[in-house]
């Protein structure tokens, strides 16, 4: 007769195997998870990331559109100014004066000296004829151009802004008329004053604006033909961005947008502003491409992270609990490190003030004693002058040591930096701290550091005060340590000082024992 039931041996071995195909599902699904996990976090900061690039790019737009629209909405609001002014002026000079023709031009001469911007000062008849300028030599036909055709033949009211010219007396020189008609009182045309605004001086002004790359900023009109734009492309009447022309047909948006560029077939988001009373549209562009490249950067970075992160998952996963073991003694380690001076083996002001700082709540809670003795070598530097820097530290050191050596163990010792020492001695008074502090003092005076060719003698000075009621922080009662330092420096050196004095200098219950 067989028997069917697994021995114990066989019963151990079964469990053993059960229990490895646990863990190695249990890591399965752990490493599976935490795949999964990355993968998820790694999608939604890729997203968030998208969206911050985005957003920043859409704001950085938005503000220099209307920056740009701000400064040429403040520019012909002064033109504006300008020729209702120059108008005001002439109807003041008399055409039958004599000096009616040399008073109008020495006028026109001052009002473009003043204004950089202004390329020339015209002033047509009612035909279209330049009947004063500030130009050289013959004056041109202008009857042509949009700032005199506007109110010749279209019946244009009020001021006027028109597309870009290429100037036919200035070589390479582009610009854009702004124009008012001065009518009778049946509204026939007068005469027509006109300024023509040179377009570099815009692109020289916004060239100085601090610009990341890819950034193209400049003006269109409502054709979507470019006023300026920089960086500065070659200068063409028929240079336009026809999705700019739509967009102003239709109502410019009032949010940032994306556009496929006419200009270099590239996509940009872009923001555009209208200057109010005026066919100038103001806008700054981005490439996506450029927006986006820092986010693909970090999205490559972050793909390489995850990837390694999975596959030391993958592969290390029955190392883990010792990685961490590790990491937590490295931690504990460093930590240590960030509270220690290096060279003295004290604690360093970092630490002493977290601790000092539980000391002091607990003395201003509970109304005990609290002493703070601040501890300088004296004539340090001339140590360091005289014997070297590494005769300082060995000072230093020997110093700490001895410090140490006979502090009591719930008293607070660290270096404060350079050759500066504090004390603070919890449940101990003035009197008490004073007793510890010349104690101190007197076995560094004792104190011999073998140096060649002598031995290095050195000194030090403390400050001793007690917490007061009126204390309202940890550094007043340093503060105070600090002064009766100072206080016994100026006296010599090599000496205790309190503050406020102590009236006795003889040992009391709260003396602290070594």
Not at 45 to 59: E, L, V, W
Request: hydrophobic fraction near 40%.
């Amino acid at each position: 007769m067989t028997n069917d039931n697994p021995t114990s041996n066989e019963l151990q071995t079964l469990n053993v195997q059960g229990a490895t195909s646990r863990n190695i599902i249990l890591t399965g699904l752990v490493c599976l998870s935490v795949l999964g996990l990355t993968l998820a976090l790694l999608y939604q900061i890729s997203a968030s990331n998208r969206h911050g690039f985005i957003d920043r790019a859409n704001n950085d737009v938005t503000l220099i559109s209307r920056l740009i629209a701000n400064q040429t909405s403040k520019t012909l609001f002064g033109l504006r100014q300008l020729l209702q002014g120059l108008n005001d002026a002439t109807e003041t000079l008399l055409p039958k004066d004599k000096s009616y023709p040399s008073s109008i031009q020495q006028l026109l001469f001052r009002l473009k000296e003043a204004n950089p911007y202004i390329l020339d000062l015209l002033i047509l008849d009612r035909t279209g004829k330049i009947i004063f300028w500030t130009g050289e030599g013959t004056p041109p036909a202008v009857r042509d151009r949009d700032y005199a055709a506007a109110h010749l033949s279209k019946g244009h009211q009020g001021f006027f802004v028109g597309s870009p010219h290429l100037s036919r007396t200035r070589d390479a020189t582009w610009f854009f008329g702004s124009s008012i008609a001065i009518r009778d009182n049946d509204g026939l045309i007068n005469s027509i004053i006109v300024a023509t605004v040179s377009i570099a001086y815009f692109e020289a002004a916004f060239a100085n604006l601090t610009r990341p790359n890819e950034l193209t900023l400049g003006l269109v009109d409502d054709s979507g033909t470019i006023v300026f734009r920089l960086p500065t492309i070659p200068k063409d009447a028929n240079a336009r961005i026809e999705q700019m022309r739509i967009l102003a047909r239709q109502g410019l948006p009032e949010t940032p947008f994306t556009i496929a560029s006419s200009l270099d077939d590239r996509t940009r988001i872009v923001a555009a502003t209208r200057i109010a009373d005026t066919p100038l549209i103001a806008y700054a562009s981005f490439t996506e491409e450029s927006i986006l490249a820092p986010w693909r950067t970090e999205l490559r970075m972050h793909i390489v992270i995850a990837t390694v992160a999975t596959l030391f998952i993958l592969f290390v996963t029955a190392w883990l609990i010792r990685g961490q073991m590790l990491m937590e003694r490295t931690r504990h380690e460093l930590a240590r490190l960030a509270a220690v001076d290096p060279l003295t083996g004290l604690r360093n002001r970092r630490m002493f003030m977290e601790l000092a700082r539980r000391e002091f709540d607990k003395a201003k809670r509970y109304d005990t004693p609290l002493a703070c003795v601040m501890i300088d070598v004296d004539r340090f530097k001339d140590i360091n002058d005289t014997h070297g820097h590494e005769a300082g530290d060995r000072a230093l050191k020997a110093i700490a040591t001895e410090l140490a050596r006979h502090a009591r163990r719930t008293d607070i010792l660290a270096r404060l930096g350079g050759e500066e020492f504090i004390l603070l001695l919890p449940e101990t008074g003035l009197h008490g701290a004073f007793v510890s502090a010349e104690q101190h003092r007197q076995r560094i005076e004792e104190l011999s550091i073998p140096l060649a060719p002598e031995p290095l003698e050195i000194t030090i000075s403390l400050g001793v005060t007690e917490l007061d009621e009126a204390d309202s922080s940890l550094d007043a009662l340093m503060s105070r340590a600090d002064h009766a330092l100072y206080a016994a420096k100026a006296k010599g050196r090599n000496r205790t000082e309190c503050l406020p004095p102590c009236t006795d200098a003889q040992p009391n219950a709260d003396v602290p024992a070594d």
